[in-house]
């Protein structure tokens, strides 16, 4: 079964700096997709960012990138330029290839952003 | 485009009741999946359902069950609740093919 631990349980960031928040994750598939989701007080989960894990090249959503490491499957999210709004619990999932859209997540990481 | 919707958004319930939650897919989507968000934690996978069959579940009982309706709309039924049922149900609806899900706000049920 795969996991995915992101080891960090919380973290801050002063405004309009850069933060990285961590996750590693366990798997013997070849095919693969991570996701970084941001849940705010609202509950509901947004997608921020996600990974094939057949692309070599790290993800990139304008003030959000990713550092995908496949063989040390090592899965962080930078953010840069960090915003009050980026506030919020942010997850880490797993998702096999393949029809099953089965997401696997982390415990999550608090990100306070500080003015 | 409507986004997923669910519904109530709390409710309380004592131990051994039945419960049923409700979630509208984002249109033009034929697959949604169940999650449960225990407090402190990442959501767990309960199952998923694609044109009114499920066709994977996670490591929950057969208490936990659910349907899926032609308009893609979908419930969660729980029986003989119990106070670890306590936790967030979030609802995320996909379309065949993509591996983007979209989340609702979740429903908070609490065992009492």
């Not at chain 1, 998702?95 to 608090?110: A, D, E, I, Q, V």
């Not at chain 2, 967030?88 to 706000?105: D, H, T, V």
Request: aromatic fraction near 12%; include cysteine.
């Amino acid at each position: 079964a795969q996991t995915v631990t992101q080891s960090q349980p919380e973290m801050s960031v002063q405004e309009a700096e850069t933060v990285t928040l961590s996750c590693t994750y366990d798997t013997s598939e070849s095919d693969y997709y991570l996701f970084w989701y941001k849940q705010p007080p609202s509950r509901q989960m947004i997608l921020v960012i996600r990974q094939e894990a057949y692309k070599q090249q790290n993800a990139t959503e304008n003030r959000f990138s990713v550092n995908f490491q496949k063989a040390a499957k090592s899965f962080s999210l930078k953010i840069s330029d960090s915003q009050l709004g980026d506030a919020a619990m942010y997850f880490c999932a797993y998702r096999s290839g393949g029809s099953n859209y089965k997401l696997t997540f982390g415990k999550g990481t608090l990100l306070t952003v500080n003015p | 485009e409507t986004g997923v919707t669910q519904s109530p958004t709390h409710l309380i319930k004592t131990r051994g009741q039945q419960v049923t939650l409700r979630c509208s897919s984002q249109s033009g989507h034929n697959t949604v999946s169940w999650y449960q968000q225990a407090l402190g934690q990442g959501p767990q996978f309960i199952f998923q359902y694609y044109r009114e069959e499920e066709n994977g579940r996670g490591n929950f009982p057969p208490r936990f069950s659910g349907l899926q309706f032609p308009n893609y709309s979908s419930e969660l039924n729980v029986n003989a609740l119990e106070l670890d049922d306590s936790a967030l149900y979030l609802c995320a609806s996909s379309q065949s093919g993509s591996e983007k899900l979209f989340f609702g706000s979740g429903t908070q049920l609490s065992v009492l």
